[in-house]
């Protein structure tokens, strides 16, 4: 399955702190995007690694691809209460382009 | 910046009653997505669409639903007898492409209930 199962199921953190979620999938994959989702909300596309990448940035987002190990993990830092949300890891592999969501990190950031 | 939209925001029906779910994808793109996700689960693959035909589809899509893109710029999900299961929030996507992993843009979502 090229699912991705998200560690832990919930964080609960004070605004400004950093909020780590990992990600560990199964299959050879091409690259991993994460995902967040507001409550009752549509998904929102926040980053994409490609295999080939180790590290990536995007504002306060640092993502991590270990293929070895088939893990990744979303880093964001100075979280604020606006972070709150679930978070999804979707490895891609090749041959199909349908993603697949595992239950998700909900993640708290309290005032 | 271009976004998927959605509507109705939220739908109320009886079961047995057909729906229709309605969706604008972003204009420049090809691939179109319907996902679902009953309260509390995970987010669903449903079935993907492209060139007018259906390009792969779950073991959730049967026969009750299909797809379609009646012009230019719509893109639709029908429940054709609705089930109490079928209670849930349905998602539609659209991709430029369909490489895997490519990046899908999601719409607010429309909220279904059946009693």
């Known amino acids: 399955s090229q699912q991705g199962e998200e560690d832990p199921q919930a964080l609960s953190i004070q605004e400004g702190e950093n909020a780590t979620m990992n990600c560990s999938y199964k299959?050879?994959?091409?690259?991993l995007q994460w995902y967040r989702q507001n409550s009752g909300r549509g998904l929102v596309h926040l980053i994409l690694?490609?295999?080939?990448?180790r590290e990536k940035h995007s504002g306060r987002l640092r993502v991590t691809l270990d293929t070895s190990k088939k893990s990744s993990s979303l880093l964001i830092t100075a979280s604020r209460a606006a972070d709150t949300a679930s978070y999804f890891c979707?490895?891609?592999?090749?041959?199909?382009?349908?993603?697949?969501f595992g239950k998700g990190t909900k993640l708290t950031v309290n005032p | 910046e271009p976004e998927v939209t959605q509507t109705p925001s939220h739908q109320v029906t009886q079961m047995g009653q057909e729906v229709i779910l309605r969706c604008v994808p972003i204009?420049?793109?090809?691939?179109f997505y319907w996902y679902r996700q009953i309260l509390g689960q995970k987010v669903e693959f449903l079935v993907s669409?492209?060139?007018?035909?259906?390009?792969?589809k779950s073991e959730i899509f049967d026969d009750q639903f299909s797809v379609e893109r009646p012009d230019g710029s719509n893109f639709t999900l029908k429940i054709r007898s609705t089930k109490l299961e079928d209670s849930a929030m349905y998602f539609c996507?659209?991709?430029?492409?369909?490489?895997?992993?490519?990046?899908?843009?999601f719409g607010p979502g429309t909220r279904l209930l059946v009693l």
């Open positions: 690694i490609r295999s080939n990448e």
């Open positions: 299959t050879s994959i091409n690259n």
């Open positions: 204009s420049n793109h090809l691939y």
């Open positions: 669409f492209y060139n007018n035909e259906i390009s792969e």
């Open positions: 979707a490895p891609g592999r090749g041959g199909s382009e349908k993603l697949v």
């Open positions: 996507a659209s991709s430029e492409t369909a490489r895997a992993g490519e990046t899908q843009y």
